[in-house]
Structures are given as C-alpha cells and as structure tokens.
C-alpha cells in the first residue's frame, strides 16, 4: 500500500470554505481579479504590437506557473502550504504582468501586498522603540523571504495587524536576509534547523517583553504551526485592544 499524503487528512472543500471566509483569501482574490479589469482596459489604449506582447508574456507566465504549482502540488504535505506556496508563486506572476503593461501598476501591487505592517530596516526599529513619541507596544517579525516556513506563514502576520493595530499597538517586519547582523542583534539563529525562522517579538517601551518562538536551547525542536489564533493568544492582542479601547 502506497504512502498516503498528509492533504488527504484535510479535506479540500474546508479549504475552499476557508478561502472564502476569510478577509486574507478574498483580498487576494479581488487583488489578482483587478488584473483582468486593468487587461480589458489596457487593450483599448495599447497599440497592436504591445497587446500581441503582452499576450504572449501572459501565455509563457501562465505555462511557468503551472508548472511551479505542479512541483509545489507534489512536494508540499499539506494543503496550507501548498496555497501558501502558490499564493506566493502568483504575486511573482501578477508582479511580472504588470511589470510587463506598465511600471506604475506594477509599484502598485506591491504596495498592496505589503499590507498594513511596515517594513523596517533594524536602525528605523531601534529609532521607533527608543522615541516617546511612537506607540507603547510593537510585534515586530523578523523573517527572511528565502525561508520556506516565512513564506508559508506570511499571511499571518499582515492579518493581525488588521485586526490590532491602534494607537497603542503597532506591527513591523525586519527582513534577516537583508539585515542578517539584526539576528544576532536579537538573539535569532538563521539556521533552519533551529525552527526560528520568522520570530516573533513584543516590545513594550523599548525592552522586550515576549517572543514567539521562545529560546529554549536545550529543548528539542519543535515549531508548531503558525496562526492567527496562535500569535494572538502568546502575545495576549485581545487583551491590549480591550484595555486601548477602555483607554487604560
């Protein structure tokens, strides 16, 4: 008897119910759908030539992405991974595509992607943390865009923010792989092995107050999955919105 994969434990219909859901899946939905209205609009201005172009582009993109998820389809074990991984694989298509139509709208969509958590460089961090005047708290994620376990859990993180963000609580990401000395500023190990990849911090007033996931070396591994669920209960969010809301 053949190996049995660990998607079939996981219907794909729950899935697709949670797809539709939830505010992550739809909003990247509608993102990719505005492609279709920008396409059917740039075919009225672009001359022949660009539209013949673009078509083609389109074509090879849609060729290489099936191709991708296929290998993704086959390697990943779950099925939140592989969406995760082909979600990942259609912002890099729908980069292309409008890359390909025009520069602007390509800046465009990566603004969008960028959610509502800002993307600090470790000297902005330091000077956001030590100033009276920025916000008491900050969930700051240090991930790389070169790990799979970052890649598989980044829409975690632009969801909280969402969801928690205030005046009092607000939500930053440190890229490791372009800042790779803020690891060891922190106390990150980069080693896949370790299961530190992404980190999660909670600042309260500069100091550090709790991490996910925590240090514990002499522990064996263990990185359970990353959620929404997860991250809210370890850093206590429902308990600092409450108490903003209250104005404590």
């Not at 009225?44 to 290998?71: M, S």
């Not at 999660?200 to 064996?220: G, K, M, S, T």
Request: aromatic fraction near 14%; charge should be neutral.
């Amino acid at each position: 008897m053949g190996k049995e994969s660990s998607k079939d434990t996981v219907p794909v219909t729950q899935w697709l119910n949670r797809m539709v859901s939830e505010p992550y899946y739809l909003f990247h939905f509608l993102t990719f759908f505005s492609y279709f209205v920008v396409r059917s609009s740039a075919t009225q201005i672009l001359a022949p030539h660009l539209t013949h172009h673009l078509l083609r582009r389109e074509i090879q993109t849609l060729l290489v992405f099936a191709i991708l998820a296929f290998i993704k389809g086959i390697k990943e074990e779950t099925w939140e991974a592989f969406i995760a991984d082909v979600l990942f694989l259609a912002k890099i298509c729908l980069f292309l595509l409008a890359f390909t139509m025009d520069r602007r709208l390509a800046v465009w969509y990566i603004l969008v992607f960028l959610g509502t958590s800002s993307k600090l460089t470790p000297l902005q961090l330091e000077s956001l943390l030590t100033e009276g005047t920025t916000t008491r708290l900050w969930l700051v994620e240090f991930r790389s865009s070169y790990s799979p376990a970052c890649i598989r859990s980044s829409q975690q993180f632009p969801e909280l923010s969402i969801t928690y963000s205030s005046k009092n609580l607000s939500f930053g990401i440190v890229d490791l792989g372009l800042f790779p000395n803020a690891a060891e500023r922190f106390g990150i190990s980069l080693s896949g092995s370790m299961g530190q990849l992404p980190t999660f911090i909670l600042f309260e007033n500069a100091a550090e107050v709790a991490r996910f996931p925590e240090l514990d070396f002499e522990a064996a591994y263990f990185h359970p999955k990353i959620t929404k669920g997860l991250l809210s209960r370890h850093f206590e969010l429902d308990r600092h919105l409450l108490e903003y809301v209250s104005g404590k």
